[in-house]
């Protein structure tokens, strides 16, 4: 299993993780390819195309641009029937992202859980000394 | 007085079913929380961080009487689940889109046959089985009924009615469905396009998670009256179907979830919990929202109406017999995530408030103008669902519970366990064996789904369903067991 960039957290009704990383980068990154992880496995290829999508959000403070940064690859993901299985982040910093998702068809995986969107309860997004860390809650 | 602490919070005992977090607790608190629970279920309301978010929910501006939690409350995000509050529109309150979640009315719908159990039993399977590949459901299932993006908005205005007028089901249906199956004030334009997007291709399926279609059977009868006037008997298999407003629900959260995260600053408002944020009703973002959640909930009735027609033709093709021969009749259809506008009294006067209803039953008692003809005399339905392997409630309202809890009950039986935590200690074919065992026939699309959904991962809702009648909030009708179930 190659769950080490991302730790489950409990909670009750839904799912809570936790993200770190040496770079806001890589915590975008991460926290995306987490969502992919939990939403879906891979089953065979048998649609080929990789698909190449913009994502850019900004926010007012970083808390805010994590939530917006995976709810919009929640929604993207949705309704382009895609999972992200790569991101490349172009530029990040606490107000703003710049991103690409690379999405394989959601016909190449077998589905596990529907995560509804990320919320702002409990989110927490610092960095303490040289790590960034992440922690919130998906509702599933 | 009694007192006992979960955390620092402290709890008074009102009665053996009532419980009161007090005002003084924690400065900002504009009322105290109010639980309904027994001893044995407050234990596992201990466990988790539910009360803190009863706490929470009472700071919210204009917020009247309580901040409520049923016997089913848990943890959940902004509000708990089971959570219910009411704002009053004059004095300043406020609608939070955490007060109603992203699956904006989630909600619950029985059918009766007029089957029997030894009709079923031997095909049980059968049914199940066709169910499952009739009726779309898991993870972004789509469904066969496609409509173009001019249908969708007439979805938005008309709920249930959109189906019924395309032969899926007839008026008899929409009467015995919350708001006729659509809420007036809906305003497509409050929808954005995204939302549209997600919601085109998902009319008539089921979704995932919790989400479920069950054939029960009744085998308690509490109150032989009511069953009477519903027409409901021993023996007698039901259909019981719980789903939402899938993708254009989440979206329609996320957008004015984020929206308001401004209104705060905006409105000057303080509240602990991001995910609380709100806007006064009064609001152009509050009115905005209201509008746009209207559209998700009409979508959301909608969708049941259709899955409705899916089960009633899998029941006529395995028996053989139109659905209205087999008496496939609508008991009632209920939303258990909404934001309504609603008169209630408040200290002897009738006020116009904002009831939030975050994983909660509306609960009308006797007589209530909101509710159909035939069911004025004993109350509106209220249909609690249990887990897959144990019981499901009817139940009616009552007066009481107009009378303390804005006309509002349980939902279901309430989380006990992690998804997580399910994840690690269950093995899905044990779990598929065992319910076998008992007479249970599950499919289900994810073997995660299936474990998530385990009966132990719930509280008894036999004890969730005991406190609300013995609080006198809901009075119970009947019960029924499972037969068999498709989870999405």
């Known amino acids: 299993m190659k769950k080490a960039f991302y730790q489950f957290i409990e909670h009750t009704a839904d799912i809570g993780i936790r993200v770190k990383s040496s770079s806001l980068a890589g915590l975008f990154k991460c926290s995306g390819l987490a969502i992919a992880d939990i939403s879906a496995r891979k089953q065979k ?96 | ?232 008997n021993l023996g007698q298999v039901m259909v019981e179907i719980h789903s939402g407003s899938r993708g254009l629900g989440y979206q329609v959260c996320e957008d004015y979830s984020r929206s308001m995260i401004g209104s705060l600053t905006k409105y000057n408002i303080n509240v602990p919990d991001r995910q609380l944020a709100c806007a006064p009703l009064t609001s152009s973002e509050g009115k905005a929202y209201l509008s746009a959640m209207k559209c998700a909930a009409n979508y959301a009735w909608c969708n049941r109406q259709c899955l409705m027609y899916l089960t009633r033709q899998v029941f006529e093709k395995v028996f053989g017999s139109s659905w209205q021969k087999l008496g496939m009749f609508l008991i009632y259809d209920v939303a258990h995530n909404i934001a309504k506008i609603e008169q209630h009294k408040v200290n002897g006067k009738q006020k116009n408030l904002c009831v939030h209803r975050k994983g909660a039953t509306r609960a009308f008692g006797p ?34 519970a107009m009378q303390e809890t804005f006309g509002s009950a349980c939902h279901g039986a309430g989380r006990l366990k992690s998804r997580t935590a399910a994840i690690r200690s269950i093995r899905p074919d044990m779990l598929l064996k065992e319910l076998e065992s008992k007479g249970i026939i599950v499919k289900a699309s994810g073997r995660n789904t299936l474990v998530e959904e385990a009966p132990a991962v719930y509280k008894d809702i036999n004890d969730v369903v005991g406190v609300v009648h013995n609080a006198g909030i809901s009075k119970r009708v009947c019960r029924m067991r499972p037969l068999g179930v498709i989870k999405g």
């Open chain 2, 1 to 232: 007085m009694y007192e006992k602490m979960t955390g620092n919070i402290p709890l008074e005992k009102i009665d053996d079913y009532r419980w009161c977090i007090p005002r003084s607790y924690k400065p900002g608190m504009r009322v105290p929380g109010l639980i309904y629970a027994d001893e044995k279920l407050l234990k596992d309301i201990y466990q988790d961080k539910a009360l803190e978010q009863v706490v929470n929910v009472a700071h919210l501006p204009g917020i009247v009487n309580n901040s409520l939690a049923m016997p089913d409350i848990h943890w959940g995000y902004g509000f708990p689940i089971g959570g219910v509050a009411a704002t009053d529109i004059d004095e300043g309150g406020v609608i939070s889109p955490g007060g109603v979640g992203f699956d904006i009315n989630c909600g619950v719908r029985l059918l009766k046959t007029n089957l029997e159990y030894d009709d079923v039993k031997g095909k049980i399977k059968d049914l199940i089985y066709r169910l499952f590949s009739d009726v779309p459901s898991g993870v972004g299932s789509e469904g066969d009924i496609s409509v173009s993006p001019k249908e969708e908005k007439e979805i938005l205005l008309k709920g249930a009615r959109w189906a019924v007028e395309k032969g899926f089901g007839t008026n008899d249906d929409l009467e015995c469905t919350e708001e006729n199956g659509a809420m007036s004030g809906a305003d497509p334009q409050a929808v954005s396009q995204r939302a549209l997007q997600r919601g085109k291709t998902q009319s008539g399926t089921l979704g995932s998670g919790n989400h479920f279609i069950e054939v029960q059977v009744i085998d308690q009868l509490y109150d032989r009256e009511a069953c009477d006037t519903l027409g409901l």
């Open chain 1, 45 to 140: 290829t048998h649609y080929h195309k990789k698909h190449r999508i913009v994502i850019r959000q900004k926010a007012a403070n970083v808390e805010e641009l994590f939530v917006n940064w995976l709810n919009e690859l929640l929604s993207v993901s949705a309704i382009e029937s895609l999972v992200f299985e790569d991101i490349q982040i172009n530029q990040v910093n606490e107000n703003f992202v710049d991103a690409i998702g690379i999405g394989s068809d959601l016909r190449n995986y077998k589905l596990n859980t529907e995560i509804k969107a990320a919320t702002y309860h409990q989110l927490k997004v610092k960095k303490t000394g040289l790590i960034w860390q992440a922690e919130v809650i998906f509702d599933v």
């Open chain 2, 367 to 400: 007589g209530h103008q909101a509710l159909p003809e035939k069911y004025k005399k004993i109350g509106q339905p209220v249909i609690i669902p249990g887990d897959m392997g144990r019981n499901s409630y009817l139940l009616v309202g009552t007066e009481k």
